[in-house]
């Protein structure tokens, strides 16, 4: 059930026609196309904060994410995300990390809409991300 609560929470904030995906353990990636850095940024921030009203047995939720724009196709994307997650979770969680960068709070010039994908994972000690072809949907309907 709890796992459940997190895709609604995680799934409320994304976009009409962006997806949200479990890669495995307590671990998502959404797929967005036509989003600039700047709007993935923002969705993961939002994604972010959403769950710090998620009661778990021993404190609130939290996760870090890992966000990477560009072309490149889903595949690439996908691996920057979760490197970039892989970042946020060394440099203390409950953050957004972007891919090529040490923060989301970078200034440098944003890319125009092509294709995001977030890596997002609340808790710790989950497992290694599946490869893409083993990606499946979360049943979480949108709120609203």
Known sequence: MLLIEVARTLRAQLRAGDQLLRIG??????????????????????MRLSLHG???????ARISA???????????????ADEALSRAKQEGRDRVV??????ALSSRARTAPSSSAVAAAPGSGAAPPAPPSAYHTVAAPRAG
């Open 66 to 80: 890992g966000v990477a724009a560009g072309g490149g196709g889903v595949h690439a994307l996908w691996l920057a």
């Open 54 to 60: 998620v009661a778990l047995p021993h404190g609130r």
């Open 25 to 46: 353990g307590d671990e998502f990636v959404s797929i967005m196309d036509g989003t600039s850095e700047d709007e993935a940024i923002a969705i993961a921030e939002r």
């Open 98 to 103: 972007v891919a090529g960068e040490r923060s």
